[in-house]
């Protein structure tokens, strides 16, 4: 296996779960709240902001330009009692 096919590998492994499934957004969203948890925690709420514009930027970007239609199921919502 070159190392072409293995580059290949490892980023269509990032970016898909498992099943297939697109992961980058997921992935961009988690590392986005995972820092602006960490700026905010230490005083800095403008680059937390910031940092949660792009998490939303990314998730936004994946949906606007990808053709994958996800499954229907229980989502996160921010109503607590789960109506959409």
């Known amino acids: ?6 580059a290949r590998e ?12 697109p ?4 992935r ?6 995972t ?3 960490a700026a905010s ?3 800095h709420n403008g ?9 939303v930027a990314a998730v936004a970007a994946e949906c606007a330009l990808s053709n994958y239609v996800y499954p229907p ?6 109503r607590e009692d789960g109506t959409k």
């Open 73 to 78: 199921g229980e989502y996160a919502t921010f």
């Open 10 to 21: 490892a980023l269509y492994g990032a970016m898909h779960t498992d099943d297939g499934s």
């Open 23 to 26: 992961a980058s957004a997921r």
């Open 41 to 43: 925690e230490h005083g």
């Open 47 to 55: 680059t937390a902001a910031v940092i949660t514009g792009l998490g």
């Open 1 to 6: 296996m070159s190392l072409r096919d293995r």
């Open 35 to 37: 820092l602006a948890n």
């Open 28 to 33: 961009a969203s988690q590392v986005a709240s």
